[in-house]
């Protein structure tokens, strides 16, 4: 009789990640990939330049990001961060 009998369990099934899970998962293998996240805010200047610089180069956020800070940089190590500075305040930019 126990041949007869069947057990009515379920196949083993994936539980599925919410949202802010997967975004999680996400943050932090990019973290191990020695990426970092940054965030802000631009000015309607700083979002012209944005939206020239990608239609012409066809850079992703990231690469924009990337870059900017790259040259904010050696504009700096190399003594023109004022320059550069006076640069956009002169060009309203």
């Known amino acids: ?3 007869a009998e069947q057990t009515n369990e379920l196949p083993n099934k994936k539980v599925a990640m919410s949202n802010a899970e997967k975004q999680k998962r996400y943050r932090e293998r990019q973290k191990d990939r020695g990426l970092q996240e ?7 200047e700083a979002k012209n330049c944005y939206q ?4 012409q180069t066809n850079w992703s956020d990231s690469v924009i ?3 900017a800070v790259r040259l904010t940089y050696a504009a700096y ?3 023109q961060i004022g320059l550069l500075n006076s640069w956009l305040k002169n060009n309203k930019l």
């Open 65 to 67: 990001l990337s870059n």
């Open 38 to 44: 940054m965030r802000g805010y631009m000015s309607p």
């Open 52 to 55: 020239l610089i990608s239609e």
């Open 77 to 79: 190590k190399n003594g």
């Open 1 to 3: 009789m126990k041949n």
